[in-house]
């Protein structure tokens, strides 16, 4: 029956992403992109990634939709026409598209317990993990603390595309007036939008932070949390016009929980060093190793939390105030 | 005897609400203009939903589930109808108009819709 409903899911992800690429319309295509990405939080929930499935939902139908209709709000909506190299693109698409076809061929089976993915290290966590963490959720275990080095390496991921996009538009043009981002006043005048998202915006914070702290038992974390977060707020920007949103969290405040995000990441490793383990390794945290790497995947989780949350609202100021300059 | 009578409640309530999002489905493809459409499509918002969150409560019986159940039962009937007045709020504003005219037009009101 799953197998059915995962096949249709897989079906229907196809349709859109054709859709995708023949819609010429690219607001037509950003919506369409949305819901190639719920259609994915589908699939992975079919296969039982919670997990990925909560942050594909936040990240790719929720907050990327915004961000992208930001982008477009500064562009031309309809996409330009090219004439010529179809044939080259085609080429390299259909020897891609075989390459892959040709890959899966050797794919094991789906859930098939013999494949290379399942005999490698997965075995020791699951079976260790109780031991040494302590916790239900071994994906929370292995993210924050068996492969530390690779969130950290997310989180300052995340971190430099921050700047790198405050870098790129954050550069004021040169006949800037004074701020008009007060008078962008978002739905101001639209009453039931306004009503309903005010009384889901504090609902969809207090479930982000339930997804931060409840990640060490269920599907959840930082990267979920941040995003949550993030729409939240953003969805308090599109009500309320941006200024009032900057008025709640401000810019300063943004910048902290990026740079305070990956520095409380950065800085657990380091105190672990200076008591004497390995670099994130927090089994040193406190007399008892176990309560220790508990301890150490609070404070990283919400570490990855605060800098997700400042990067993305960041990233969507950055393209809010470009429009509300003429 | 009455966990087969909360069965079949439970599957007539699964089926008309899945009957309400397929009759809601063809009306978005085959009404002939944008505000017939998505009075065809609110009404998977609201009654299918309904219909198939209490036929899922009454599978899950008294448990956390059903109380989740009823947490995202009403987030969806508090978005989905904002959602469909949000959008044909932006398309009066935009110009089109709820005409009987439009249907002469279907053509042009198909590729705005």
Known sequence: ?326 | MIDIAIDIVSWVLLTLGGACVLIGGVGALRLPNFYTRIHAASLTDTMATILIFVGMMLQAGLSLATLKLAAIMLFLLLTGPTATYALANAALLSGLKPDADTIVGKNRADARG
């Open chain 1, 1 to 326: 029956m799953i197998f059915v409903f995962a096949l249709f899911l897989l079906t229907l992800l196809v349709i859109t992403a054709i859709a995708i690429v023949r819609s010429e319309n690219l607001f037509v295509s950003v919506m369409l992109t949305s819901i190639f990405s719920l259609l994915m939080a589908a699939n992975f929930f079919i296969l039982d990634a919670a997990d990925v499935a909560l942050t594909e939902a936040a990240v790719g139908a929720g907050i990327t939709t915004v961000i992208f209709l930001s982008a477009l709000a500064l562009t031309a909506e309809r996409e330009k026409r090219r004439a010529g190299g179809q044939l080259v693109a085609l080429g390299a698409v259909g020897i891609l598209a075989a390459l892959i076809i040709y890959a899966t061929f050797d794919k094991p089976r789906l859930g098939d317990p013999e494949a290379p993915v399942h005999q490698h290290v997965a075995p020791w966590y699951l079976e260790k993990t109780p031991e040494y963490i302590d916790i239900p959720n071994v994906v929370t275990a292995i993210l924050s603390s068996y492969r530390g080095y690779d969130t950290l390496g997310e989180v300052f991921v995340v971190f430099t595309a921050c700047i790198g996009v405050l870098f790129i538009l954050g550069v004021k043009p040169p006949e800037q007036p004074a701020d008009r981002t007060a008078e962008s006043g978002g739905l101001r005048h639209h009453l039931i939008p306004q009503v309903v998202g005010r009384l889901l915006v504090p609902f969809i914070v207090l479930f982000g932070l339930y997804t931060q702290f409840h990640g060490e038992y269920g599907p959840g974390g930082g990267f979920q949390a941040g995003a949550i977060i993030a729409t939240g707020v953003i969805l308090y920007a599109l009500l309320e016009g941006e200024g009032e949103a900057l008025r709640a969290v401000p810019r300063s405040v943004l910048l902290g929980l990026v740079v305070g995000g990956a520095l409380l990441f950065g800085g657990v490793g380091i105190v672990c060093m200076l008591m004497g383990g390995a670099f994130l390794d927090y089994s040193v945290l406190s007399a008892d190793p176990v309560w220790g790497q508990q301890l150490g995947i609070i404070i990283i989780e919400a570490g990855v939390g605060m800098a997700v949350c400042g990067a993305l609202l960041s990233i969507f100021h950055a393209f809010a105030a470009r429009q509300s300059q003429p």
